[in-house]
């Protein structure tokens, strides 16, 4: 299962809400931070989910990935409040730690799916669930 090369405007977006990522962990107060930040929180969920569903159809990959942004921002969002915690630098860098795992996940993944073939237990008979 080899991963599919990124589109340059793919990388560009994850480079851009990296970029505002750190900015806010850094405490910059430009105008520019915030939009970034925007983008990173809106994009960055849904960029490291989406290597994770190499089989679906785009549109099936699309709406799960974008479906995780909602979720991975609300629920940090949520706990973070409950605990009284709430601030953006820490919301920003739960996301990104959110996301690092989920690109950990998928580069383990694709190495298990690349090191393995695929495993089959079952003996040829076609019966075997009954066999006692």
Known sequence: MSSSPRPPLVLLTAAAGLAGAVLTLLGDTSPYAGWLTLLFLLTAPALATWPLLPRRFPLARAIVSGSMTIVVNIAVAQVMLSLNLWSIR???AA?????LLLAVLDAVLIR???GDGPVDDRPDEEDWIYEG
Do not use: F, T, Y
């Open 90 to 92: 820490g919301g920003v």
């Open 95 to 99: 996301v990104l730690a959110i996301c």
């Open 112 to 114: 298990r799916a690349e």
